[in-house]
């Protein structure tokens, strides 16, 4: 017997162990996550990380072409490459 009296279920099972899900659980359970989703799909979980790849950098390089971090001169450069 544990030190807190319950038994436990190491050996065999318990009588009542609540299941899978909890049978006296009365909150909200998710199905699944992000991370579930992601490792079952990972070209689709790719396909989302690069599209935010690209709208982070679209959106830095239109911050620093507003603020004028880029001059003329660097966004003439990087079109000749």
């Known amino acids: 017997m544990p030190a807190n009296g319950r038994p436990d279920n190491l050996y065999a099972p318990v009588a009542d162990d609540g299941g ?3 049978r006296n659980w009365s909150g909200h ?3 699944s996550s992000l991370y579930t989703r ?3 799909n990972p ?3 790719f396909a989302v990380c690069a599209g935010l790849a690209v709208c982070a950098g679209l ?3 239109g911050v620093l072409r507003r ?3 880029l001059g003329r001169r660097c ?4 079109s000749l490459r």
């Open 67 to 69: 603020t004028g971090a």
């Open 59 to 61: 959106g830095a390089a």
């Open 43 to 45: 070209s689709a979980a």
């Open 75 to 78: 966004l003439t450069e990087l």
């Open 29 to 31: 359970t998710r199905r």
């Open 20 to 22: 899978e899900r909890g």
């Open 38 to 40: 992601a490792v079952l």
